[in-house]
Protein backbone atom coordinates (compact mmCIF):
# COMPACT_ATOMS: atom_id res chain seq x y z
CA UNK A 1 0.00 0.00 0.00
CA UNK A 2 1.74 3.55 -0.87
CA UNK A 3 1.07 6.59 0.76
CA UNK A 4 -1.02 9.40 -1.47
CA UNK A 5 1.43 12.56 -2.14
CA UNK A 6 0.18 15.87 -1.05
CA UNK A 7 -0.77 16.48 -4.80
CA UNK A 8 -3.39 13.70 -5.01
CA UNK A 9 -4.97 14.61 -1.36
CA UNK A 10 -5.22 18.43 -2.55
CA UNK A 11 -6.94 17.18 -5.88
CA UNK A 12 -9.27 14.34 -3.65
CA UNK A 13 -10.67 17.39 -1.82
CA UNK A 14 -11.09 19.88 -4.16
CA UNK A 15 -13.17 16.74 -6.50
CA UNK A 16 -15.02 16.50 -3.07
CA UNK A 17 -15.71 20.15 -2.82
CA UNK A 18 -16.57 20.43 -6.31
CA UNK A 19 -19.06 17.60 -5.93
CA UNK A 20 -20.66 18.77 -3.06
CA UNK A 21 -21.32 22.66 -4.02
CA UNK A 22 -22.13 21.06 -8.13
CA UNK A 23 -24.56 18.65 -6.60
CA UNK A 24 -26.16 21.63 -4.20
CA UNK A 25 -27.06 23.67 -7.46
CA UNK A 26 -28.18 21.26 -9.19
CA UNK A 27 -30.67 19.64 -6.52
CA UNK A 28 -31.88 23.82 -5.26
CA UNK A 29 -32.53 23.97 -9.39
CA UNK A 30 -34.40 21.04 -9.77
CA UNK A 31 -36.45 21.53 -6.28
CA UNK A 32 -37.00 24.74 -7.23
CA UNK A 33 -38.47 24.34 -10.58
CA UNK A 34 -40.57 21.60 -8.86
CA UNK A 35 -41.78 23.60 -5.71
CA UNK A 36 -42.09 27.08 -7.80
CA UNK A 37 -45.81 25.84 -8.83
CA UNK A 38 -46.49 25.46 -5.23
CA UNK A 39 -45.65 29.51 -4.37
CA UNK A 40 -46.73 31.49 -7.49
CA UNK A 41 -49.57 29.73 -8.14
CA UNK A 42 -53.15 29.72 -6.16
CA UNK A 43 -53.09 26.16 -5.36
CA UNK A 44 -55.24 23.72 -3.09
CA UNK A 45 -53.91 23.46 -0.25
CA UNK A 46 -52.53 19.53 -0.77
CA UNK A 47 -51.47 19.98 -4.46
CA UNK A 48 -49.60 23.11 -2.77
CA UNK A 49 -48.04 20.51 -0.53
CA UNK A 50 -47.76 17.57 -2.98
CA UNK A 51 -45.78 20.11 -4.64
CA UNK A 52 -43.44 21.01 -2.22
CA UNK A 53 -42.73 17.44 -1.04
CA UNK A 54 -41.85 16.57 -4.69
CA UNK A 55 -39.49 19.39 -4.73
CA UNK A 56 -37.84 17.94 -1.52
CA UNK A 57 -37.90 14.43 -2.74
CA UNK A 58 -36.33 15.42 -6.23
CA UNK A 59 -33.78 17.34 -4.44
CA UNK A 60 -32.12 14.85 -2.93
CA UNK A 61 -32.02 12.13 -5.54
CA UNK A 62 -30.75 14.94 -7.54
CA UNK A 63 -28.39 16.10 -4.96
CA UNK A 64 -27.51 12.10 -4.31
CA UNK A 65 -27.20 11.16 -7.69
CA UNK A 66 -24.85 14.40 -9.13
CA UNK A 67 -22.52 13.47 -5.93
CA UNK A 68 -22.34 9.54 -6.98
CA UNK A 69 -21.45 10.61 -10.76
CA UNK A 70 -18.95 12.86 -10.26
CA UNK A 71 -16.79 10.96 -7.46
CA UNK A 72 -17.35 7.86 -9.04
CA UNK A 73 -15.47 8.80 -12.55
CA UNK A 74 -12.67 10.38 -10.29
CA UNK A 75 -9.38 8.75 -11.13
CA UNK A 76 -8.28 6.02 -8.69
CA UNK A 77 -5.51 4.14 -9.97
CA UNK A 78 -1.29 4.78 -9.37
CA UNK A 79 -0.63 8.29 -10.01
CA UNK A 80 -3.80 9.57 -11.00
CA UNK A 81 -4.11 7.07 -13.82
CA UNK A 82 -7.39 5.03 -13.87
CA UNK A 83 -6.73 1.09 -12.87
CA UNK A 84 -8.72 -0.17 -15.69
CA UNK A 85 -6.82 1.93 -18.81
CA UNK A 86 -3.95 0.14 -19.66
CA UNK A 87 -0.06 1.69 -19.37
CA UNK A 88 1.24 4.20 -21.81
CA UNK A 89 -2.10 4.86 -23.30
CA UNK A 90 -3.28 8.61 -22.75
CA UNK A 91 -4.85 11.47 -24.82
CA UNK A 92 -4.72 11.56 -28.64
CA UNK A 93 -1.13 13.35 -29.49
CA UNK A 94 -1.89 15.77 -32.43
Known amino acids: MSRRTQAQRDAITVEIGYALFSAAFAAALVGG ?36 HVLWRFPRGR ?8 EGTGPERP
Open 33 to 68: AVMGPAFALDLPRSAARAFRIAGLVLGAVVFTARIV
Open 79 to 86: DGAQANRP
